[in-house]
């Protein structure tokens, strides 16, 4: 499947889905509406991953719905909505996502040993055209581990807004 989007990272896919889907009819984008999508198998960035299930809707080349992974390496809940087209004015990112633990190390993301985390986010975020970003991001109860210590790195909070010339991030 990999090959069909332009990717190398994804290698396979075994999924059963119920959906409904409107292409055409004036529509600039297509329009799915996702009943039921359970992955029994995803080969990503070298990694095998199972039991990710999902329902939700693609409309205005944004997803709305829920995704739930219970794989022995990722275990995560994401709720909400975010662009497709991410370079389009008015981009929005609105969710909040639970990793209750991801074992970078075994996804392939960090390859220095033993590292994995857990956390929980929420967002919401709109990019305003021009490479300009306003809204919040709140990642808390950030936890570390790896072969020396396991951390609790706490809370990062992040608000970006712009008045007219004016940017902050705070």
Known sequence: IGGVI??????????ETGFKAEIGSGLS???VTIDSLEVERLVFNDYDYSNIAAEGEIKDKSFNGKIL??????????????ALAPKRKNAVYKFEANIGYADLY???????GRSEISLFTNADIRHIGGGEITGTLNIEDISLTNSIDRYNIGDINVTSYSKEKDYQVD
Do not use: W
């Not at 332009?6 to 896919?13: A, E, L, S, V, Y």
């Open 6 to 15: 332009g990717t190398d990272m994804i290698r396979q896919i075994s999924l």
């Open 106 to 112: 075994a996804i392939n993301v960090d390859k220095r």
């Open 69 to 82: 992974c219970n794989d022995p390496s990722l275990s995560f809940m994401f709720d909400g909505s975010f």
């Open 29 to 31: 984008f297509p329009e």
